[in-house]
């Protein structure tokens, strides 16, 4: 009897499994649209409200979100149907090119959905199936959606930053991960930090280092792990960063001078510490005593 039942919790660890993998590639595929839209949303809307502003006519735009116009191949915007919009198996079923005009797409598609899959599942197998399991997925969700943005357009939406942030405050007035004064002061201390290396570098330089988003991130990425977190984030996004930021310039030939984002490191670096950082932190204090 009690082997059985052995049997059937393993039967429905990996039944929850699969959940979690459908389900992740089903938002993946959301995260793609999100990823696609809301920069021009937000760009769309800055336009309106620079117009009100300087009380001019704003130009006629058609109504554009998240959920309209519906998904079209942006080359022959012939419109995407539901079974061409399956995650991964559409992509290999079409052989990676739109059904109507047979125009390539993009590779980073099924990327993306793949990619919240899997990080989805080292969420689940690091953490279990619970509530701070849970927690971390959304925050994983968030982080995978402001890496993309941020790469693609230096733009870290507060739409995403601000209830990212927020909600690292409300999981951890519970204590899913920290106490709620770690919590509290690791939002303020994380945007202080950026926002004073920020000024002492255009004073210093005259130049803008970084935008206002990555203090935001950070703050965020301090309400969800604490204070205590903070040093670890910085320095994994350096060396996140200088890794990167070496590998394009090797592979792709990146201009040295071209600005990379911030975001995308800080975004890797939380993520890291967020599963990791207890066990990198002990490892490192083991060392340095033993040294």
Request: hydrophobic share 50%; charged share 10%.
């Amino acid at each position: 009897m009690q082997s059985e039942n052995l049997l059937m919790s393993g039967e429905l660890v990996w039944f929850a499994y699969a959940i979690v993998i459908v389900f992740s590639l089903v938002l993946g595929s959301f995260f793609n649209v999100v990823i696609l839209r809301l920069p021009k949303q937000l760009q769309q809307q800055w336009t309106q409200d620079c117009c009100e502003l300087l009380e001019q006519p704003a130009p006629t735009q058609e109504p554009f979100g998240l959920a309209f116009p519906n998904s079209h191949c942006p080359k022959c915007e012939a419109p995407i149907k539901p079974w061409h919009n399956i995650p991964v198996v559409s992509y290999l079923m079409l052989k990676g090119k739109c059904a109507s005009c047979k125009a390539s797409i993009s590779l980073r598609y099924p990327v993306i959905e793949i990619a919240t899959a899997l990080l989805s599942v080292v969420v689940v197998n690091q953490l279990g199936f619970n509530w701070l399991s849970a927690a971390v997925l959304v925050f994983t969700w968030a982080l995978i959606n402001l890496t993309v943005i941020d790469f693609d357009t230096q733009l870290l939406p507060d739409s995403i930053t601000l209830p990212l942030l927020w909600l690292g405050l409300i999981v951890n007035y519970y204590g899913l991960i920290t106490d709620l004064p770690s919590a509290f002061w690791g939002a303020i201390f994380g945007y202080l930090s950026l926002w004073s290396v920020f000024w002492l570098f255009k004073l210093l330089t005259g130049k803008e280092g970084m935008g206002y988003g990555d203090f935001k991130l950070l703050a965020a990425l301090g309400a969800w792990m604490g204070w205590q977190m903070l040093p670890l984030v910085i320095i994994l996004s350096s060396l996140v960063g200088a890794a990167i930021g070496i590998t394009l310039i090797v592979t792709k030939g990146r201009d040295k001078n071209i600005p990379i984002p911030f975001g995308p490191y800080l975004a890797i670096a939380g993520w890291i510490a967020m599963l990791w950082g207890s066990i990198i932190t002990e490892s490192y204090l083991q060392l340095a005593y033993v040294g």
